[in-house]
């Protein structure tokens, strides 16, 4: 079987996605498990372009643009990426920071009343600090990049068990650049917590994400929805007429609060606050008020009452990891059987020793190209369907490095440290001067005290070397004794030294390294592979 594991990409991670979480008009987010070497697992959120959009070239940029963005932030308050893969046919894939928890829309309707002002304050204060920051973030010359989310909202901030609050999606994230002036204009997000310009079409900054966050404090504090039951073409009435719902006509509230929550929402931006941070440090003057309520209150809370959930996905998360490990164990026995034929000389496996049993490495697996698997090094893959058998798995075309013949290195080792000792024996009675050689000629021992056949000394790594102690217990019983060969030697003049053996293929040009980072993304060079 032909590899189609390139030279150099063997070495990345791969992605099972293990459970979907959503499903958005440009993109589906699964729950995944990322595969490394030696082992390595770990829980990962996958976005991927949806498939019939990947042709789209606009939908394919827009999403382009916000790995570039994502690939830049990192803050506590905001969700981290740690890769995103490019792969040959079009498709991109965000690699995320998995979090275990609750949207803020969530954890409204698992807590209720529970959920308390100064509870709801305090998340806020977080999103606040982590928009700052997105809003502050410069290029790599100290050019702000002039951020906007523009998509704050109750289902994109993420409250996690362990009381940390992340602001999750950058997808429809405004940058001063002029990547994104063609896409000025168009209304994008959600429209309950947007602005008069920005539902109008006209240029935004960061006062816009002020605004959304004004709209959630009045609903934290109104525990209702802040346009009741408008229709958006309602909606955008309203707006457009600057008819701001009154916080103290729908809840009774203390004034300070109401005041914050007024200039936040303010119908024209020159009229709300400059910035998060300004709207930060006023709302923590009024949190001082209230009585005091941490991040590790919340999350025990939201742990507590949330624990019979969280269990039943917990067992969900396992059952789909130990199906993820069955299909690996599944591939690894199929190669191995596999590998047998291919080692025996009958083609049946059944004349080959007992330590060829297995492969002795493992590369890599990559399935055939398929909706399930992608690679760090931009190769889509596909997990086998464990339900079509070990016969479906075996005829699917496997991407796994075949290991070389097995070579008997440990009959060989042992008949050189035998012929060692011997020689080490030997060796001072033919220093001693004689008549028939000078005393300072070299010696060369022939070719009959070596065969030619054993091959070049290798220092084998710890698995090899137990394998070949294996092979060697079994190919040579304790107590038994083999014909010993006769050598000899001969005197010759001094020769040279032999020749260094010769260095490695230097890469093509170009090709050192094979891959390149084209803002953020690392993308592997076709020429080099």
């Known amino acids: 079987m032909t590899s189609t594991v390139q030279p150099g990409l063997g070495q990345g991670m791969r992605y099972q996605r293990l459970i979907p979480l959503g499903s958005g008009g440009m993109a589906n987010v699964h729950l995944a498990l990322a595969l490394g070497q030696g082992g390595f697992k770990r829980l990962v959120v996958v976005k991927s372009v949806r498939d019939e959009l990947v042709a789209d070239p606009a939908m394919r940029e827009m999403f382009l643009a916000e790995a570039r963005l994502s690939a830049r932030l990192n803050h506590p308050n905001v969700v981290q990426v740690s890769e995103v893969v490019e792969s040959p046919d079009g498709g991109v894939m965000l690699v995320m920071e998995y979090l275990d928890g609750l949207p803020l829309s969530g954890v409204y309707r698992s807590l209720g009343d529970s959920f308390t002002l100064p509870m709801r304050l305090r998340v806020l204060c977080e999103v606040l600090a982590g928009l700052q920051y997105a809003h502050d973030l410069a290029d ?41 002036k063609t896409r000025t204009g168009v209304i994008k997000g959600r429209i309950a917590y947007m602005p008069f310009e920005q539902v109008t079409g006209k240029g935004v ?110 067992r969900e998360l396992a059952a789909a990891v130990a199906a993820t490990d069955r299909e690996i164990s599944s591939l690894v026995e199929t190669e191995s059987a596999r590998y047998l034929r291919a080692a025996s000389p009958d083609g049946t496996g059944s004349q080959v020793s007992g330590i060829a049993s297995r492969p002795r490495m493992l590369r ?119 014909p010993k060969r006769k050598g000899h030697v001969r005197w010759v003049a001094p020769t040279a030294a032999a020749a260094p053996a010769a260095p490695k293929p230097k890469p093509a040009a170009g090709c050192d390294p094979p891959y390149y980072f084209s803002a953020g993304i690392k993308t592997y060079k076709p020429e080099c592979i």
């Open 364 to 482: 890599s697996f990559s399935p055939t190209p398929g909706p399930y698997l992608l690679t760090s090094a931009g190769t889509p893959v596909a997990a086998p369907d464990s339900r079509r058998g070990a016969e479906s798995t075996k005829s699917s075309s496997i991407s796994v490095q075949q290991p070389a013949p097995p070579r008997r290195r440990g009959f060989w080792l042992v008949l050189a440290a035998a012929a060692a000792l011997a020689f080490a024996a030997w060796l001072p009675s033919m220093l001693r001067p004689t008549a028939s050689g000078p005393a300072s000629a070299g010696y060369v021992p022939s070719a009959a005290a070596f065969p030619s056949a054993a091959p070049a000394s290798v220092a084998p790594t710890d698995s090899a070397a137990q394998e070949d102690e294996h092979e060697a217990a079994s190919a040579s019983p304790s107590g038994s004794s083999a």
């Open 140 to 180: 790599y010359h100290g050019n702000p990049l002039g951020i906007v989310h523009r998509d704050v909202s109750p289902q994109n901030v993420f409250i996690t068990y362990d009381a940390r609050v992340k602001l999750l999606d950058f997808g429809i994230a405004k940058v001063a650049v002029s990547e994104d």
């Open 205 to 314: 900054d960061r006062r816009a994400d002020v605004y959304a966050i004004g709209c959630l404090l009045w609903e934290a504090a109104a525990s209702q929805r802040m346009w009741g039951q408008l229709t958006e073409p309602q909606l955008v009435r309203e707006l457009v007429r600057g008819n701001i719902p009154r916080l103290s006509e729908h809840v009774q509230v203390d004034a300070e609060l109401e005041r914050i929550v007024t200039r936040a929402t303010a119908p024209l931006p020159q009229d709300r606050y400059e910035g998060a941070e300004a709207l930060r440090r006023d709302l923590e003057r009024y949190l001082s008020t209230l009585p005091t309520v941490s991040l590790r209150d919340i999350g025990e809370l939201l742990s507590r009452t949330c624990s019979q959930a969280r269990a039943e996905r917990q």
